[in-house]
């Protein structure tokens, strides 16, 4: 191998087995798809130790990716209970998962969960940490911060959040601003108290060369961390946020001379009206690198509704330009997810891509809906149940209400329009009252 990472690869004009895959995933030209990896537009998140990896591009001109969240807690530590959410999320097509796992036997579940999925896997080293010693936060030191890096890169992970831009800068403006939710972000959050504890500036963000000597390592894709994501519709596009922002421009350069890929974490909440707005300024500030947006929630007042809120949001969001969706379910604020949440989830995320792909006019995005939109035509039933995002779901409910006309719904019957059109153009009598002749 004489290449050290997809970007540095693309740079030389080498074509990698995961270029091959994405562009024929995508249906993109090998040439324009090395162009985007090359200037930082497109990430292939690819950890060299990641052996079953079916690799997925993330960015300009791609299809919207959607990330699935689980991992084990030291309130919910089944391990047995997460490897069957990963398999249900596999089955569903999602093309990331993120172990959040925060207690316990953390590299147990890692390695299983990188052994096992062809989805591309992301971690928070930082959630990692305060067990993986065992230490008390203030008690851990900056090298042994950097160790946990490393371990999940050996491990295999594909691409990791690291929170390097809540430095001292940032947190004085954060401490000039007052916010009414303060962080939200649990990795930022616990950096930020680190910081403070010690005396001492983001270890993240001081030894931001030796964190791309693993990533390069590797090939780690690095996911810059918004450690002041809003947690409240009050406190987006605020002072914090957007100097962290231009902070993480700053690191996507001087990642980009080591040939590290780069992804940008976006906003949590936000109003309607300001997504767009952020789209702008996150392609702007971070010089079109990949955006990684939660949600956004468009309104704090639906807990157990969430996965709405956030596909609202993340439709939009994806619209006017992030390229990947981190799903929120039904449970978000309330507890860690079960399983017909984490669906849930996932079907309101690819709901909100998918439709945000047709904006965008990504290549083929439309055929789906063009294919769907003739089967309903037809009044093939089994067609659409087979087309449809929650087939299972979809024929449940066409199951538990069936109509006198089989071609027909309960909805409208007879009165049906697909059918009565059909009928009249065919040049045939409609007969809504009496039997078909």
Request: charged share 30%; glycine share 6%; hydrophobic share 40%.
């Amino acid at each position: 191998m004489n290449y050290t990472t997809q970007m540095n690869a693309a740079r030389k004009g080498i074509v990698t087995k995961e270029m091959e895959a994405v562009a024929k995933k995508e249906n993109m030209d090998i040439k324009e798809l090395m162009g985007l990896v090359a200037q930082g537009k497109v990430v292939i998140p690819a950890n060299k130790n990641h052996n079953s990896l079916s690799a997925e591009g993330v960015g300009k001109g791609l299809r919207t990716k959607i990330n699935v969240n689980l991992g084990i807690s030291k309130d919910c530590c089944n391990i047995d209970m997460e490897l069957e959410k990963v398999k249900r999320a596999l089955e569903m097509s999602t093309e990331a998962i993120m172990d959040l796992s925060c207690f316990g036997k953390t590299q147990e579940f890692r390695r299983k969960l990188v052994d096992m999925s062809p989805a591309m896997i992301g971690t928070v080293p930082m959630y990692d940490a305060v067990g993986f010693y065992d230490k008390e936060l203030k008690d851990i030191t900056a090298k042994e911060l950097l160790a946990v890096i490393e371990t999940h890169a050996k491990d295999g992970v594909d691409f990791m959040t690291i929170h390097s831009g809540i430095n001292r800068e940032t947190a004085e403006v954060f401490k000039r601003n007052p916010r009414l939710m303060n962080f939200v972000s649990r990795g930022g959050s616990l950096l930020y108290a680190w910081m403070q504890l010690n005396g001492r500036e983001n270890p993240f963000y001081e030894y931001f060369d030796d964190i791309l000597d693993i990533c390069e390592k590797y090939d780690v894709t690095i996911s810059l961390g918004d450690a002041c994501r809003p947690g409240c519709i009050a406190d987006s596009t605020d002072p914090s946020q957007i100097k962290e922002l231009m902070t993480l421009g700053e690191l996507t350069k001087r990642a980009w001379e080591r040939n590290v890929q780069v992804m940008i974490e976006g906003p949590g909440h936000m109003a309607l009206n300001e997504i767009e707005a952020n789209m702008i300024f996150e392609k702007k500030l971070c010089h079109d690198a990949p955006f990684y947006v939660l949600g956004p929630i468009v309104t704090d007042v639906a807990p157990g509704y969430d996965h709405i809120t956030s596909a609202i949001g993340g439709a939009i969001a994806a619209t006017y330009g992030a390229d990947f969706l981190c799903y929120v379910t039904p449970a978000e604020h309330l507890r860690l997810p079960d399983l017909e949440d984490m669906k849930e989830g996932i079907v309101a995320t690819k709901i909100a891509a998918h439709a945000a792909d047709i904006a965008k006019g990504i290549k083929g995005a439309r055929t789906w809906d063009n294919e769907m939109s003739k089967a309903r035509r037809e009044l093939n039933w089994e067609k659409m149940f087979k087309l449809a995002m929650d087939p299972e779901k979809a024929r449940k409910y066409r199951e538990s209400s069936k109509p006198e006309d089989e071609h027909t719904c309960t909805m409208c019957g007879k009165m049906c329009a697909v059918r009565n059109m059909n009928k009249v153009m065919d040049g045939k009598n409609i007969n809504i009252l009496r039997d078909d002749d």
